[in-house]
């Protein structure tokens, strides 16, 4: 994904400039020059430019074909049909073409959530003559900014400029500014840290604490960081809504208020911790949220609050007395064992122990896809496009990345409805119904977040790495912003 974002594009693109909205950034053709949705938002017309060219298999400097609407009936069937990517295109019906250079999308629900989805660093659409050619595993060959010259696996990899990109700056010059690019592998972070400090190379991708972050920037004032935007995500403890244990809000909304959320926020995050929603805080509120905001007014009574008396008194009163359960969860770092044997520690006191189960990754995504948890687990949120997509995949009935098992007719309602509307018409009221009343029913066990993501640690002599959201390297946009970046 990190070297296709160089040689591949998709239809729609992000907006990397230095005047760009960190929360929105505008969505802005590229492959594509228009985008025409009906207004149930379940046909889309997509009208492509014309001479853009794919690269030659034989030679990648050299023109290859041109690039015809009818290539892509090959990709998008190809993601829908056979790939990790399907659940960004089960919606899709059928895809036709509408002459030489336009695209027709039919979908069997509202998903105006497509847009957003093909602008991001997923919604990339690779060479079908490579894929005929039986190539597409070991070449990379597109119309994007830079052509891979040479790769070496868990070494190296170098990229050039392509002479043929069709983007332009704002003054007409040809894009990309950089005339070549070289990944070099760094298995932990104090490499990356050495080579970054050497100029061995000019920018790197790191997780470090703010204090860390500080460090750093203080030792070498040529170094500047570009931030990512904290989602407050994060993780959630997912109750297999099948379990008799959890058949009652009243045993749910226990759990939720016997878990000191900010107790285990400023001892694992300190002064970075944050509360915890199912879907990212710019969505519902105007600032990000925080332990002394008015909790009660952004999660309702049970989400991120800690009433330990109460707690007992509804566990009690439902008679479940003591009881075993097991969280599955992958240790994605030392701060998720650290959050679990907090909880652990407190619902013990509602009489529950505790078994915590490690998996390996691949034993957890499967049984995070396929849910087949039995009491609970600890649950990523999937990745979603916008709040459209993320209500139907994270909470509706039929959603992929339902970790719960929500089946819950008004949640399925309000999502439909949510769906219906237009992009830039998102009518927060609507929302917030849906919010309220998940807030209210407890289907997951908020948890703190991490209120701090760092982002691109980098040169000062290296220009036009933006921060914000759809842009960081962690989430595979570095095609994007190095297409526009330049150096002194």
């Known amino acids: ?154 070494s190296q990899a170098t990229l050039t400029r392509n002479p043929h990109y069709y983007r332009k700056d704002y003054n007409a010059r040809s894009l990309p500014y950089l005339g070549s690019i070289q990944f070099i592998y760094a298995a932990d972070r104090d490499t990356h840290l050495a080579l970054l400090k050497t100029a061995g190379v000019h920018l790197t991708e790191m997780a470090l604490t703010p204090q860390e972050i500080d460090t750093e920037l203080a030792s070498d004032p040529n170094l500047t960081v570009s931030l990512e935007i904290p989602s407050g995500i994060q993780n959630s403890i997912a109750l297999q809504l099948d379990n008799l244990n959890w058949s009652t809000k009243e045993a749910r909304r226990a759990l939720s208020l016997v878990t000191d959320g900010k107790g285990i926020s400023d001892t694992i995050f300190g002064k970075f911790g944050m509360p915890s929603d199912k879907f990212e805080w710019w969505y519902w509120n105007e600032t990000l949220p925080s332990w002394e905001d008015d909790l009660h007014k952004l999660y309702g009574d049970y989400h991120n609050h800690t009433d330990v008396e109460k707690a007992q008194s509804l566990w009690a009163n439902e008679g479940l007395g003591d009881i075993t359960i097991k969280v599955d969860y992958y240790p994605h770092s030392k701060a998720y064992t650290e959050i679990l044997s907090a909880v652990q520690q407190d619902w013990k006191q509602l009489g529950i122990t505790v078994q915590l189960s490690s998996l390996s990754y691949q034993k957890y995504r499967n049984t995070l896809r396929q849910q087949t948890a039995i009491d609970a687990i600890l649950a990523t949120q999937t990745t979603a496009a916008d709040i459209r997509s993320a209500a139907y995949d994270r909470i509706h009935s039929a959603g992929s990345g339902n970790r719960e098992g929500i089946n819950d007719t008004l949640v399925d309602t309000l999502v439909s409805q949510l769906a219906k509307q237009p992009l830039g018409t998102i009518d927060r009221s609507q929302l917030e119904r849906l919010r309220e009343h998940l807030n209210d029913q407890v289907y997951w066990i908020a948890l703190p977040s991490v209120a701090f993501m760092s982002g691109t640690i980098f040169h000062t002599n290296l220009h036009g790495i933006p921060s914000g959201n759809h842009s960081s390297f962690r989430a595979f946009y570095h095609g994007k912003v190095l297409a526009e970046a330049w150096m002194d």
């Open 1 to 154: 994904m990190v070297l296709a974002s160089f040689v591949y594009e998709g239809f729609f693109r992000y907006d990397q400039s230095s005047e760009r909205h960190p929360l929105s950034p505008a969505i802005l053709p590229s492959m594509a020059y228009q985008w025409d949705f009906s207004k149930e938002g379940t046909e889309l017309v997509i009208k492509l430019n014309s001479g853009i060219h794919w690269g030659n298999m034989e030679n990648a400097l050299d023109l290859g074909p041109e690039i015809t609407a009818s290539d892509y009936l090959y990709t998008i069937n190809a993601y829908r049909d056979n790939s990790s990517l399907y659940k960004f295109y089960e919606s899709l019906e059928s895809v036709e073409t509408q002459g030489r250079y336009e695209l027709k999308l039919t979908f069997s629900r509202p998903s105006f959530w497509i847009i957003p989805f093909f602008a991001s660093s997923l919604g990339i659409q690779f060479n079908p003559f490579l894929a005929d050619a039986n190539k597409l595993d070991h070449v990379m060959i597109g119309p994007g900014p830079f052509i891979l010259h040479s790769y070496a696996a868990k």
